[in-house]
């Protein structure tokens, strides 16, 4: 491993020193081991892509995009292109981009959320107001759009503008929702479906690159991964060790709920229990955020019934689903490291 894959691993060690075992710090370093010098230089790529005349431009999308974030989707993008055996140097931009955007949607949700903290420190939006949040997550997406443009790779910029709209019609789709106190699974999907998988299955799909007869493989590893990821993320919301302060999601525990967002295990536990659907029914349509007390009750009620588990089963069946996905791909280290991201992502306690 280079000197600068060296340092990149450090840092990222740093930022994900809450790994929950051995086993998982095990992960970690066999990727990085395969990948560090990629992601040192997507690194550089992501530091140069923030560069502004305006000098407040990277001071606010620095603020947050190098913050200590797990740099998944990157390490995502260089495992899958190394699997794939696709060492065009637009791999790199293609990593960097991945972050950028996901940076980019962070500063818009602490927006819409009112966010306080990310990454454990004040977000952008309360450092710098909300509009400055706002123009700087667009400035985020229009030099990603730049940066891929520069690719000169048609499928790359087709296959990122059709990601962004997916991504936005998620937000959107999700914001809409909120406070709606009707079970709907179907719903919960879509919303996963753009809002967080559109984008890794972008990242490890690498763009769509890699040989035709492999991207749709590494496409619906990325989607499963996405589910995966997010419900994985839903149940740490409502995980009770987490009630100390924020975990890796970025967010405070039990703040999905609060907001009014039904997540799948508030789903499942209201599924299960018609009287706690009524009582989280009353509390959506009281006043938003709901009141502490209300979310904190609310909050109990869901850990006291199974949703917690159900929610965990049902994340691993998509890392499963995954991990099967990849049987397309040749056998390789880097094949069998994004099998254990996928058995991580499910099985991280923070």
């Known amino acids: ?37 990629d992601l040192a230089l997507a690194e550089r790529e992501l530091a140069r892509l923030l560069e502004s005349p305006v000098a407040v431009i990277p001071d606010v999308g620095g603020h947050l ?48 959320d009112r966010g306080e903290f990310r990454r454990g420190r004040p977000t952008a939006r309360r450092k710098w107001g909300n509009g400055m949040a706002v123009l700087v997550g667009d400035y985020c997406l229009a030099r990603a759009l730049q940066a891929v443009g520069a690719t000169g790779e048609i499928a790359a910029i ?40 559109a984008l890794v299955a972008w990242c490890s799909s690498v763009a769509g690159l890699p040989d035709a007869r492999l ?14 990821f997010q419900i994985a993320d839903d149940v740490l919301d409502f995980h009770p060790a987490a009630a100390s302060g924020p ?29 706690l659907h009524a009582r989280m029914r009353a509390a959506m349509q009281g006043s938003s955020p709901m009141p502490a007390r209300t979310a904190e009750a609310l909050f109990d009620a869901v850990v006291a019934t199974d949703a917690l588990a159900r929610a965990s089963r049902i994340a691993l069946q998509h890392a499963d689903r995954a991990c099967e996905a990849l049987a397309a791909l040749p056998s390789s280290r880097a094949r069998s490291a994004l099998e254990h991201v996928a058995s991580y992502v499910v099985r991280r306690n923070r």
């Open 65 to 112: 995009a190098f913050a200590g974030g797990k740099r998944f989707r990157p390490l995502l993008t260089s495992l899958c292109a190394l699997a794939a055996e696709y060492r065009e140097p637009s791999r790199i931009t293609i990593a960097a981009v991945g972050e950028l955007l996901h940076t980019a949607t962070l500063l818009h949700d602490d927006v819409i």
């Open 247 to 275: 975990g890796e999601t970025g967010k405070e525990p039990g703040q999905d709920l609060r907001d009014g967002k039904l997540t799948l295990p508030l789903l499942l536990a209201c599924e299960a229990d018609p009287l």
């Open 158 to 197: 087709r296959s990122m503008s059709d990601t962004v709209v997916r991504m936005a019609e998620g937000e959107v789709a999700q914001l809409e929702a909120c406070g709606d106190h009707t079970l709907d699974r179907e719903r919960y999907a879509m919303v996963i479906d753009r809002k967080t998988a």
């Open 215 to 228: 991207v749709g493989a590494l496409q619906r590893y990325g989607t499963e991964l996405g589910f995966a």
């Open 1 to 37: 491993m280079s000197e600068l894959a060296r340092d990149f691993a450090m840092s990222t060690a740093a930022a994900v020193a809450v790994a929950p075992s051995p086993a998982a710090a095990a992960v970690l370093h066999d990727a990085l081991g395969l990948v560090g010098d």
